[in-house]
């Protein structure tokens, strides 16, 4: 299934009502729903929510995981994904992917980005918890405790 901007799902706080998801470049204007729960952040409760009543946009977002990821790594960035996907246009869900692959990095794998996009992914971010992440020293910290005794 590809997601459309007509792609059906079933918003998490009112699951008798079907939503349309939003398409490219929402106006007030235009008679296309905007889901009431993609307005705001989903919580991690409504990110369960959503993938159960969801399945086929669940589906497609599975689709993007690396077959590298395991468990630990794909599931906070799946979270992501599905918290930040209604900011994004479906023409822009390559730039939603990167965004969430620069967080998971920096998060299990200590890269390091610039500040600004490093600031943009942890806001986006807000609220994931992530369970047994590693903690990294920069060289700099490492030879300061060194110097230091």
């Not at 807000?126 to 110097?147: C, L």
Request: aromatic share 8%.
């Amino acid at each position: 299934m590809v997601l459309t901007a007509n792609t059906r799902w079933r918003c998490p706080k009112h699951a008798t009502l079907e939503k349309q998801l939003p398409g490219p470049a929402l106006k007030e204007d235009e008679d296309r729903k905007v889901p009431c729960c993609m307005k705001s952040k989903m919580s991690a409760l409504d990110v369960d929510d959503f993938i159960q009543q969801n399945r086929a946009v669940a589906d497609q977002v599975e689709t993007h995981r690396g077959y590298w990821e395991s468990d630990k790594h794909w599931l906070p960035r799946r979270e992501f994904i599905l918290r930040n996907m209604s900011e994004y246009d479906l023409e822009q869900l390559d730039q939603l992917l990167a965004l969430s692959m620069v967080w998971a990095n920096n998060v299990f794998l200590g890269c390091r980005y610039s500040t600004e996009l490093l600031d943009k992914v942890k806001e986006m971010a807000e609220g994931i918890e992530v369970e047994d992440a590693p903690v990294f020293k920069t060289r700099d910290e490492i030879m300061k405790k060194q110097q230091g005794r």
